[in-house]
């Protein structure tokens, strides 16, 4: 097969503008100028945006939207419709231009007049709620691969589940060069490709330019072979060619494999010059000879009726298609279930089992490490939320996010819960946040706190959309021992507490554990982080009525006397804090002891719970890891115990004596501040 | 000597210590024993008595949990940093066996691995380093290899495939793969998760390819021969047998991370036929082991009298780049951009600024490498710097492609490799893409220059996906990294000072991508962001009553938030904070006087509050971010999001209220 740049070339190059432009005009040609105007109008509009997707996809996605894509335009939420994921998200205009011309509500023509200006929908990238049919936030590229994969996967697994007479939908991706390039997208393709997501296609922007310039220049790597390589079906087609792609779209309707559709476009066409596309503004000079080129004589943001009507018409192809869904779901026998788990919803009972588990830890206060903890609160979620899906980037055993019964999805299986989702953090965290995108589905997954910093950029856009994702992340401080300074994280849970909507929780035993997973279970608009130790914990606590973790930080153990000062610690250093407290009531010091598993929520407490809480009275803050952050629960005058530097190759015990985390330390410096 | 008995002796090195220690990873050093035996013995170019040879080939292993490999061929080839009771002493405190390899390269660690995918890349900024200074100082002087030895998970992160993505397309030639390619990770079998064609993964980005029996040491042998002699950078996969030698276990998941136990370990020594003591090697196989290590002693011979031989001008300058000394006068432009700067007192583009700088220390420093991921328009480091490209290796910019993760790691692998000083530039939310590296750059205190542009909703239309609010936060909570912030051009070219004579680690340095109003008047004299927080606005018409803190672009709105309290009558001063990190090293005077403990303190910093607490204490006030940003033109999000000197006035107003 010959090489990208031999095949650019030879034979098969890239079109032409010119030739494009010369092609004779079909019906599709025009709607899809239809997109073209609308985005250079609204390019035009805002003096800033990305013309050269929109301009050089809007033939292929004509194509895909007015022939294959699954949609009603009277219902964007609709269940079982096509997910239309724009990955290169700063070609945004294509997206909002189809949404608007297929008569989307909420998309009309101000929006686009409005492009990137506060309050419009039409931001700058595709931002996931600002529209009902935006599916997902993207921008940073490589992250709507990631997703898509995710959707794509949930897709089967609710076929599994629920059949195909509910569940029968494709993930449809616009990609571009950029996507193709970031390592995410590299991770999420070889998982793809491995599961068989046959129903997932990805059409990419074959332009061979990108911000810096020709892609030649930092990319000579064949790109299909590449897919091919991974497990997938890959095709090269013309990309101004409707007919040519509307071929290649049919033959991934027929694909046992992931489809990659390379889309050979002229950036920007048909704006003139080549660098137009990226980002660069057209003056209004260049607006003019661009419609000119088309043949586009009508007044800006203006689509004559014949061709909006046929735009409109397109949006509502599948609505026949959704009114047999509709009929079909409401004899369907799991019709209530499907409903439940599309909207969210927990089921009835789903606490029952946690409870259960609570009272019996209260009673046996077993001494555990919290990814134990966390294993056996799982072991009783997971039979009760069939919605409940787990998986773990290699480390299965270490995170132990494997509950028995659950299944695995392999390659052409996926009635299974569990997905191993190999040595790829990043496409994994995208992978959740598609699954939640998708609906009907709760995802987590694990690894440990330190490869946290590898999917930072999907968690952040977890935060951004406020999903539903439980990330299990354990081997939480320097008591992983021995794995050393690598694997220890110190500035991970700083740098995630600081992530907007993120609630982190970071439980101190069994029971806390138990609690801070309920927390995450029921929180329906953002993302939780539930971190978890290595090494065991005692239990601390005896009472399972309320959920005490559900404010944020409690009063573990109040002072007895007069309160001289508090010692706030989270996780595994609780405990430490409990010991601190025995040893400074011997001296005659009394001491409180504060567990603060989620500082979030905490936060979210009013001004008075607060203050009773932390006191006012000297506060010691213990934990293993840096200050960063702490002074907000100290106060001026308090004390930190944890971190300063990175960790050390050791025994557990050995480096929380080396790194001066002790009961003694924490005493001293009490004693220290009191005198 | 016959190969197998050395790499027996890597074996049940690692056995035992593992053993010893009560867990670690036998998998990789009896599964890659073969393999490494080959390349140490037969290839590798070093001198264990002079580790940090400038001219050594380098051995990364990049799958770190491995981490006995490395010491046992460390050891075994006569590094005198790693000895038998260190050894003994794995996994234990104060062992130079740490858990996983820590750069170390006078014990001849280059590297610190052990978050899969870091080493390979590191590996490939060394050989883009070697590549460079190759043509820079010639073949005679700089003409090494890098070898790392892979494992599954490396390939599978996708930073595994941004590297060879663009080490292929850079046609770094004497970069070499050995993949222990055992088809196991720690869930279990590879296809569990993995059907890759992984030959063909590097076939199609121009690498050389061969597959080999991993545990015939010979065949091995002639691959890397061949390996070498082809200019492309080559992948030898190795078919091998996880945890080879342990009889219960060899070849199944349980030897990734088995933890050992005599029966065990005893039933290896009948296996191999290898009927020694813990910890012992035979003689003949220890003579032979460091026989290998001496073997390129008249490689090394050969340089020195090469080096000796240079002209004294040539001599000196090796000597500079391999101390890492920049060369004398660098800091002449910087000081006579400030001065400029101070005297055209105008508003300038952020990330402009650091540009013109480096444009100019470019010049003065040759060994300067800069590059960027697909944002060189954005970001401008390149301007007169030609491209570094396949066919051109003397190029001192780097295009990455949209590989963020991978330019991190290859800065990484550069600054370890020695000689240049290498900056990567891409905008401040895209750091979030080599977080993993820039961890690791600060652990191992590596000195490199990470640009961040475009660094708060400043940079308008883009969205709240293309705006940081978070990442302040997160960078400076990373131990070992100055975060610089600087508020207009003569703070920019501070903060660049800063960084480049830092040596003790890695610089994040924060641009704005808006124009930077000048905030700074007075003499170019001191280099004032070098304590951290100065007061750059001292109060006036009495005793100060407030201090408003701020960084980067939001100093000039609490300048003008000053302006209005002081016209007032409130004496009011600004403190611009271009680095907490120096300043958390003032002594306690100096930072008490600055923040102005006692008066009403007021932070500003177009980012979320987390940290900010330290320096206003319980009843400060904060002006800033409290979620993600949005969708609209620069100043109107300004104002929607209340980052105002209205704003920072009345925070001030409603405190002076509560005071009286
Ligand atoms: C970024 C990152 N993710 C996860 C891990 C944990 N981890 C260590 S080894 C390993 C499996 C690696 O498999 P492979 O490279 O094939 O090594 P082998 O099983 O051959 O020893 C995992 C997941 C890690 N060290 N770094």
């Given at each position: 097969?010959?090489?990208?740049?031999?095949?650019?070339?030879?034979?098969?190059?890239?079109?032409?503008?010119?030739?494009?432009?010369?092609?004779?005009?079909?019906?599709?040609?025009?709607?899809?100028?239809?997109?073209?105007?609308?985005?250079?109008?609204?390019?035009?509009?805002?003096?800033?945006?990305?013309?050269?997707?929109?301009?050089?996809?809007?033939?292929?996605?004509?194509?895909?939207?007015?022939?294959?894509?699954?949609?009603?335009?009277?219902?964007?939420?609709?269940?079982?419709?096509?997910?239309?994921?724009?990955?290169?998200?700063h070609g945004s205009l294509l997206l909002y231009a189809l949404l608007h011309l297929t008569g989307h509500d909420g998309m009309e023509i101000d929006a686009l007049q409005r492009f990137r200006r506060l309050h419009s929908p039409a931001a700058g990238h595709?931002?996931?709620?600002?529209?009902?049919?935006?599916?997902?936030?993207?921008?940073?590229?490589?992250?709507?691969?990631?997703?898509?994969?995710?959707?794509?996967?949930?897709?089967?697994?609710?076929?599994?589940?629920?059949?195909?007479?509910?569940?029968?939908?494709?993930?449809?991706?616009?990609?571009?060069?950029?996507?193709?390039?970031?390592?995410?997208?590299?991770?999420?393709?070889?998982?793809?490709?491995?599961?068989?997501?046959?129903?997932?296609?990805?059409?990419?922007?074959?332009?061979?330019?990108?911000?810096?310039?020709?892609?030649?220049?930092?990319?000579?790597?064949?790109?299909?072979?590449?897919?091919?390589?991974?497990?997938?079906?890959?095709?090269?087609?013309?990309?101004?060619?409707?007919?040519?792609?509307?071929?290649?779209?049919?033959?991934?309707?027929?694909?046992?494999?992931?489809?990659?559709?390379?889309?050979?476009?002229?950036?920007?066409?048909?704006?003139?010059?080549?660098?137009?596309?990226?980002?660069?503004?057209?003056?209004?000079?260049?607006?003019?000879?661009?419609?000119?080129?088309?043949?586009?004589?009508?007044?800006?943001?203006?689509?004559?009726?014949?061709?909006?009507?046929?735009?409109?018409?397109?949006?509502?192809?599948?609505?026949?298609?959704?009114?047999?869904?509709?009929?079909?779901?409401?004899?369907?026998?799991?019709?209530?279930?499907?409903?439940?788990?599309?909207?969210?919803?927990?089921?009835?009972?789903?606490?029952?089992?946690?409870?259960?588990?609570?009272?019996?830890?209260?009673?046996?206060?077993?001494?555990?490490?919290?990814?134990?903890?966390?294993?056996?609160?799982?072991?009783?979620?997971?039979?009760?939320?069939?919605?409940?899906?787990?998986?773990?980037?290699?480390?299965?055993?270490?995170?132990?996010?494997?509950?028995?019964?659950?299944?695995?999805?392999?390659?052409?299986?996926?009635?299974?819960?569990?997905?191993?989702?190999?040595?790829?953090?990043?496409?994994?965290?995208?992978?959740?946040?598609?699954?939640?995108?998708?609906?009907?589905?709760?995802?987590?997954?694990?690894?440990?706190?330190?490869?946290?910093?590898?999917?930072?950029?999907?968690?952040?856009?977890?935060?951004?959309?406020?999903?539903?994702?439980?990330?299990?992340?354990?081997?939480?401080?320097?008591?992983?021992?021995?794995?050393?300074?690598?694997?220890?994280?110190?500035?991970?849970?700083?740098?995630?507490?600081?992530?907007?909507?993120?609630?982190?929780?970071?439980?101190?035993?069994?029971?806390?554990?138990?609690?801070?997973?309920?927390?995450?279970?029921?929180?329906?608009?953002?993302?939780?982080?539930?971190?978890?130790?290595?090494?065991?914990?005692?239990?601390?606590?005896?009472?399972?009525?309320?959920?005490?973790?559900?404010?944020?930080?409690?009063?573990?153990?109040?002072?007895?006397?007069?309160?001289?000062?508090?010692?706030?610690?989270?996780?595994?250093?609780?405990?430490?804090?409990?010991?601190?407290?025995?040893?400074?009531?011997?001296?005659?010091?009394?001491?409180?002891?504060?567990?603060?598993?989620?500082?979030?929520?905490?936060?979210?407490?009013?001004?008075?719970?607060?203050?009773?809480?932390?006191?006012?009275?000297?506060?010691?803050?213990?934990?293993?890891?840096?200050?960063?952050?702490?002074?907000?629960?100290l106060g001026e005058g308090g004390c930190f115990i944890g971190m300063s530097g990175y960790g050390a190759s050791a025994p557990c015990e050995e480096l929380y004596r080396h790194f001066g985390l002790t009961a003694e330390a924490v005493a001293l410096a009490?004693?220290?501040?009191?005198? | 000597?016959?190969?197998?008995?050395?790499?027996?002796?890597?074996?049940?090195?690692?056995?035992?210590?593992?053993?010893?220690?009560?867990?670690?990873?036998?998998?990789?050093?009896?599964?890659?024993?073969?393999?490494?035996?080959?390349?140490?013995?037969?290839?590798?170019?070093?001198?264990?008595?002079?580790?940090?040879?400038?001219?050594?080939?380098?051995?990364?292993?990049?799958?770190?949990?491995?981490?006995?490999?490395?010491?046992?061929?460390?050891?075994?080839?006569?590094?005198?940093?790693?000895?038998?009771?260190?050894?003994?002493?794995?996994?234990?405190?104060?062992?130079?066996?740490?858990?996983?390899?820590?750069?170390?390269?006078?014990?001849?660690?280059?590297?610190?691995?052990?978050?899969?995918?870091?080493?390979?890349?590191?590996?490939?900024?060394?050989?883009?380093?070697?590549?460079?200074?190759?043509?820079?100082?010639?073949?005679?002087?700089?003409?090494?290899?890098?070898?790392?030895?892979?494992?599954?998970?490396?390939?599978?992160?996708?930073?595994?495939?941004?590297?060879?993505?663009?080490?292929?397309?850079?046609?770094?030639?004497?970069?070499?793969?050995?993949?222990?390619?055992?088809?196991?990770?720690?869930?279990?079998?590879?296809?569990?998760?993995?059907?890759?064609?992984?030959?063909?993964?590097?076939?199609?980005?121009?690498?050389?390819?061969?597959?080999?029996?991993?545990?015939?040491?010979?065949?091995?042998?002639?691959?890397?021969?061949?390996?070498?002699?082809?200019?492309?950078?080559?992948?030898?996969?190795?078919?091998?047998?996880?945890?080879?030698?342990?009889?219960?276990?060899?070849?199944?998941?349980?030897?990734?991370?088995?933890?050992?136990?005599?029966?065990?370990?005893?039933?290896?020594?009948?296996?191999?036929?290898?009927?020694?003591?813990?910890?012992?090697?035979?003689?003949?196989?220890?003579?032979?082991?460091?026989?290998?290590?001496?073997?390129?002693?008249?490689?090394?011979?050969?340089?020195?009298?090469?080096?000796?031989?240079?002209?004294?001008?040539?001599?000196?300058?090796?000597?500079?780049?391999?101390?890492?000394?920049?060369?004398?006068?660098?800091?002449?432009?910087?000081?006579?951009?400030?001065?400029?700067?101070?005297?055209?007192?105008?508003?300038?583009?952020?990330?402009?600024?650091?540009?013109?700088?480096?444009?100019?220390?470019?010049?003065?420093?040759?060994?300067?490498?800069?590059?960027?991921?697909?944002?060189?328009?954005?970001?401008?480091?390149?301007?007169?710097?030609?491209?570094?490209?396949?066919?051109?290796?003397?190029?001192?910019?780097?295009?990455?492609?949209?590989?963020?993760?991978?330019?991190?790691?290859?800065?990484?692998?550069?600054?370890?490799?020695?000689?240049?000083?290498?900056?990567?530039?891409?905008?401040?939310?895209?750091?979030?893409?080599?977080?993993?590296?820039?961890?690791?750059?600060?652990?191992?205190?590596?000195?490199?220059?990470?640009?961040?542009?475009?660094?708060?909703?400043?940079?308008?239309?883009?969205?709240?996906?293309?705006?940081?609010?978070?990442?302040?936060?997160?960078?400076?909570?990373?131990?070992?990294?100055?975060?610089?912030?600087?508020?207009?051009?003569?703070?920019?070219?501070?903060?660049?000072?800063?960084?480049?004579?830092?040596?003790?680690?890695?610089?994040?340095?924060?641009?704005?991508?808006?124009?930077?109003?000048?905030?700074?008047?007075?003499?170019?004299?001191?280099?004032?962001?070098?304590?951290?927080?100065?007061?750059?606005?001292?109060?006036?018409?009495?005793?100060?009553?407030?201090?408003?803190?701020?960084?980067?672009?939001?100093?000039?709105?609490?300048?003008?938030?000053?302006?209005?309290?002081?016209?007032?009558?409130?004496?009011?001063?600004?403190?611009?904070?271009?680095?907490?990190?120096?300043?958390?090293?003032?002594?306690?005077?100096?930072?008490?006087?600055?923040?102005?403990?006692?008066?009403?303190?007021?932070?500003?910093?177009?980012?979320?509050?987390?940290?900010?607490?330290?320096?206003?204490?319980?009843?400060?006030?904060?002006?800033?971010?409290?979620?993600?940003?949005?969708?609209?033109?620069?100043?109107?999000?300004?104002?929607?999001?209340?980052?105002?000197?209205?704003?920072?006035?009345?925070?001030?107003?409603?405190?002076?209220?509560?005071?009286?």
């Amino acid at each position: 097969m010959a090489s990208l740049a031999e095949r650019r070339a030879g034979g098969s190059r890239l079109p032409e503008q010119t030739e494009i432009l010369a092609r004779p005009v079909p019906g599709e040609r025009r709607m899809a100028d239809a997109v073209r105007a609308l985005a250079i109008d609204a390019v035009q509009a805002a003096q800033s945006g990305h013309p050269g997707m929109p301009l050089g996809m809007a033939d292929a996605a004509t194509a895909l939207w007015t022939r294959f894509l699954k949609f009603d335009a009277a219902d964007p939420r609709w269940p079982d419709r096509d997910r239309f994921v724009l990955s290169a998200g700063h070609g945004s205009l294509l997206l909002y231009a189809l949404l608007h011309l297929t008569g989307h509500d909420g998309m009309e023509i101000d929006a686009l007049q409005r492009f990137r200006r506060l309050h419009s929908p039409a931001a700058g990238h595709p931002e996931y709620g600002e529209h009902p049919a935006i599916e997902a936030t993207t921008g940073p590229l490589g992250q709507g691969i990631g997703a898509a994969v995710g959707m794509a996967l949930a897709e089967r697994m609710l076929a599994a589940r629920f059949g195909k007479s509910l569940v029968d939908h494709r993930t449809w991706v616009v990609a571009s060069d950029g996507d193709l390039m970031e390592g995410i997208s590299h991770e999420a393709a070889s998982l793809a490709g491995h599961l068989r997501l046959d129903k997932l296609a990805v059409l990419y922007d074959d332009n061979g330019i990108s911000v810096d310039g020709e892609i030649s220049r930092v990319c000579s790597e064949d790109v299909l072979r590449r897919f091919a390589a991974y497990g997938w079906a890959v095709k090269q087609v013309d990309g101004h060619d409707p007919t040519a792609v509307a071929a290649a779209l049919s033959s991934a309707l027929r694909s046992r494999k992931p489809s990659l559709i390379a889309c050979r476009t002229s950036l920007g066409c048909p704006a003139a010059g080549d660098s137009v596309g990226q980002g660069v503004r057209m003056g209004p000079a260049e607006v003019l000879r661009a419609k000119q080129a088309l043949g586009w004589p009508h007044p800006p943001f203006t689509v004559p009726e014949t061709l909006a009507e046929r735009w409109r018409q397109a949006g509502s192809r599948a609505a026949g298609t959704r009114r047999a869904w509709l009929r079909r779901i409401a004899r369907h026998p799991q019709r209530a279930e499907f409903e439940r788990v599309t909207a969210g919803r927990l089921p009835e009972s789903w606490h029952e089992a946690v409870a259960v588990l609570k009272s019996r830890i209260a009673e046996t206060r077993p001494r555990l490490a919290s990814r134990q903890s966390s294993h056996e609160t799982l072991t009783a979620l997971v039979p009760a939320m069939p919605e409940l899906v787990g998986g773990s980037a290699d480390l299965t055993s270490s995170t132990l996010t494997f509950v028995k019964g659950m299944g695995a999805v392999a390659p052409g299986s996926y009635g299974g819960r569990y997905v191993h989702y190999g040595i790829r953090e990043h496409a994994m965290a995208g992978a959740l946040n598609g699954m939640a995108l998708h609906g009907g589905l709760i995802p987590y997954a694990g690894t440990f706190v330190a490869f946290s910093d590898y999917m930072r950029p999907a968690l952040r856009l977890a935060a951004q959309m406020r999903l539903r994702v439980i990330y299990v992340l354990t081997h939480d401080s320097i008591g992983l021992g021995e794995d050393g300074s690598t694997h220890q994280p110190i500035e991970h849970l700083a740098g995630l507490r600081a992530i907007p909507g993120v609630h982190l929780f970071r439980p101190a035993d069994a029971l806390e554990t138990a609690e801070c997973w309920e927390l995450a279970i029921r929180r329906a608009d953002g993302p939780s982080l539930i971190v978890l130790s290595r090494q065991p914990l005692p239990a601390l606590r005896s009472d399972c009525g309320e959920n005490r973790c559900a404010r944020g930080g409690y009063v573990l153990a109040e002072a007895e006397g007069p309160r001289q000062a508090t010692l706030i610690a989270t996780g595994s250093e609780v405990a430490l804090a409990i010991a601190a407290r025995e040893r400074l009531a011997a001296e005659g010091i009394a001491a409180a002891v504060v567990s603060l598993p989620c500082w979030e929520l905490f936060a979210l407490q009013d001004e008075a719970y607060r203050m009773r809480v932390l006191g006012g009275v000297m506060r010691i803050g213990i934990e293993a890891a840096c200050d960063f952050g702490w002074e907000r629960w100290l106060g001026e005058g308090g004390c930190f115990i944890g971190m300063s530097g990175y960790g050390a190759s050791a025994p557990c015990e050995e480096l929380y004596r080396h790194f001066g985390l002790t009961a003694e330390a924490v005493a001293l410096a009490v004693r220290r501040r009191m005198h | 000597m016959d190969l197998r008995l050395m790499a027996d002796a890597i074996r049940f090195l690692s056995m035992d210590a593992i053993k010893h220690a009560g867990e670690g990873h036998p998998g990789t050093p009896l599964g890659a024993a073969d393999i490494c035996t080959a390349l140490f013995a037969r290839h590798l170019k070093c001198n264990p008595q002079d580790p940090s040879w400038f001219d050594r080939d380098r051995f990364v292993l990049s799958n770190g949990h491995g981490s006995m490999l490395i010491y046992a061929l460390l050891h075994l080839s006569g590094y005198e940093g790693i000895t038998l009771e260190d050894i003994r002493r794995f996994r234990q405190l104060g062992s130079h066996c740490e858990g996983h390899p820590e750069y170390h390269p006078d014990r001849g660690i280059e590297v610190t691995t052990g978050p899969l995918g870091q080493g390979i890349a590191n590996a490939a900024g060394m050989a883009l380093a070697e590549a460079f200074l190759n043509r820079m100082l010639g073949a005679d002087i700089v003409d090494h290899h890098a070898y790392a030895l892979v494992g599954d998970g490396c390939l599978q992160e996708g930073l595994g495939q941004e590297v060879i993505s663009l080490a292929g397309h850079l046609r770094l030639g004497k970069l070499v793969f050995l993949w222990d390619d055992n088809r196991m990770t720690d869930d279990g079998p590879i296809d569990l998760a993995l059907s890759d064609d992984m030959p063909a993964r590097f076939r199609l980005s121009n690498w050389h390819v061969q597959e080999v029996d991993g545990h015939d040491a010979d065949a091995v042998d002639t691959a890397l021969r061949l390996a070498r002699e082809d200019p492309r950078p080559s992948m030898i996969a190795c078919r091998t047998i996880i945890g080879r030698g342990l009889p219960q276990i060899e070849g199944t998941r349980a030897a990734h991370s088995a933890r050992l136990d005599r029966e065990q370990t005893d039933a290896a020594r009948a296996y191999l036929n290898w009927p020694h003591p813990p910890f012992e090697i035979p003689e003949p196989v220890c003579a032979a082991w460091r026989e290998a290590g001496r073997r390129s002693l008249p490689d090394y011979q050969a340089w020195q009298a090469r080096v000796a031989a240079l002209p004294v001008e040539k001599r000196r300058e090796l000597d500079r780049l391999r101390e890492g000394r920049l060369p004398e006068g660098w800091r002449d432009a910087l000081h006579a951009f400030k001065r400029r700067a101070l005297e055209a007192r105008k508003a300038e583009y952020g990330i402009k600024l650091s540009a013109d700088i480096i444009d100019m220390l470019a010049e003065a420093i040759p060994e300067l490498l800069s590059g960027a991921p697909d944002l060189e328009g954005a970001t401008q480091h390149k301007r007169r710097l030609a491209p570094f490209t396949a066919t051109d290796h003397s190029g001192r910019y780097v295009h990455y492609g949209i590989r963020e993760h991978a330019m991190g790691a290859m800065l990484n692998g550069m600054a370890a490799h020695g000689g240049v000083v290498p900056i990567g530039v891409t905008y401040l939310v895209f750091s979030d893409y080599m977080r993993p590296t820039l961890r690791l750059t600060a652990m191992m205190g590596l000195r490199v220059s990470f640009v961040f542009s475009h660094d708060s909703i400043g940079i308008g239309r883009n969205g709240p996906t293309h705006q940081p609010v978070e990442y302040l936060a997160a960078l400076r909570a990373i131990p070992n990294m100055l975060v610089l912030r600087p508020a207009d051009a003569v703070e920019a070219a501070e903060c660049w000072e800063i960084a480049l004579e830092h040596r003790a680690g890695p610089c994040s340095l924060i641009f704005a991508r808006q124009p930077l109003p000048p905030v700074r008047s007075g003499n170019a004299g001191e280099n004032l962001s070098g304590r951290g927080a100065y007061v750059l606005a001292e109060a006036e018409g009495g005793a100060r009553r407030a201090t408003i803190l701020a960084t980067g672009s939001e100093v000039a709105i609490a300048l003008q938030a000053r302006a209005r309290l002081q016209s007032d009558g409130v004496p009011t001063a600004v403190v611009s904070m271009p680095c907490w990190e120096l300043f958390e090293q003032q002594d306690g005077a100096y930072r008490g006087a600055v923040i102005g403990e006692g008066t009403i303190r007021v932070g500003v910093e177009a980012a979320v509050r987390l940290g900010w607490d330290r320096y206003i204490g319980g009843d400060g006030g904060f002006v800033g971010m409290t979620g993600f940003g949005a969708s609209g033109p620069e100043d109107e999000l300004f104002a929607h999001f209340g980052i105002t000197p209205e704003r920072v006035e009345a925070a001030v107003r409603e405190r002076l209220q509560g005071n009286t």
